[in-house]
T-cell receptor
Framework: GESVGLHLPTLSVQEGDNSIINCAYS??????FIWYKQESGKGPQFIIDIRSNMDKRQGQRVTVLLNKTVKHLSLQIAATQPGDSAVYFCADGGGSNYKLTFGKGTLLTVNP | NAGVTQTPKFQVLKTGQSMTLQCAQDMNHNSMYWYRQDPGMGLRLIYYSASEGTTDKGEVPNGYNVSRLNKREFSLRLESAAPSQTSVYFC?????????????FGDGTRLSIL
């Protein structure tokens, strides 16, 4: 079946730096993508989403970029803070109105 | 703002025991989901309910049953627990209908089967 993958399982950054987390997807029919943040002992928390008719979307300190040509999306976190330390998942709508396919996650560690 | 509430938060079972995991949402969402999360495997969909009165299998349904009790509640049942079902279980909900919306998750039930 189609899958969503992440390029790096771990990412370590210094406080104040910008972070970039990458995600590749393989389903050409995918038209909706979501980034989630999961802190230890908690459920995934919605960060930002993007539809396939866009190539960039910005939120508060976060930006998602979508490159449909190479089936790649990224999450950029500006001025990374210790509270940003968590596992980040991308999820792929896969053209379905109901189901999401999740990547395995990237662990972001922010060093003070 | 309760959002998605899961009970219990932790549970230990013996092999062969049965158990029902409860999930309720107060956001008037139409669609609800059950996932399991294992180390290195990400989240895998067990069952989902696109709307009240319907349920469908996800990626890993074997060994589980679900009930969409009403619009708010969606339960997951293990009839005869096996050690391979040791996992963290997450319930999620989504507004549903036309258009794309994110799923919103509860904080999980940590289940150990001995």
């Amino acid at each position: 079946g189609e899958s969503v993958g992440l390029h790096l399982p771990t990412l370590s950054v210094q406080e104040g730096d910008n972070s970039i987390i990458n995600c590749a997807y393989s389903n050409s029919a995918s038209d909706y993508f979501i980034w989630y943040k999961q802190e230890s002992g908690k459920g995934p928390q919605f960060i930002i989403d993007i539809r396939s008719n866009m190539d960039k979307r910005q939120g508060q300190r976060v930006t998602v970029l979508l490159n449909k040509t190479v089936k790649h999306l990224s999450l950029q976190i500006a001025a990374t803070q210790p509270g940003d330390s968590a596992v980040y998942f991308c999820a792929d709508g896969g053209g379905s109105n109901y189901k999401l396919t999740f990547g395995k996650g990237t662990l972001l560690t922010v060093n003070p | 703002n309760a959002g998605v509430t899961q009970t219990p938060k932790f549970q230990v079972l013996k092999t062969g025991q049965s158990m029902t995991l409860q999930c309720a949402q107060d956001m008037n969402h139409n669609s609800m989901y059950w996932y399991r999360q294992d180390p290195g495997m990400g989240l895998r969909l067990i069952y989902y309910s696109a709307s009240e009165g319907t349920t469908d299998k996800g990626e890993v349904p074997n060994g589980y049953n679900v009930s969409r009790l009403n619009k708010r509640e969606f339960s997951l049942r293990l009839e005869s627990a096996a050690p391979s079902q040791t996992s963290v279980y997450f319930c999620a909900s989504k507004r549903g209908g036309q258009g794309d919306q994110p799923q919103h998750f509860g904080d999980g039930t940590r289940l150990s089967i001995l």
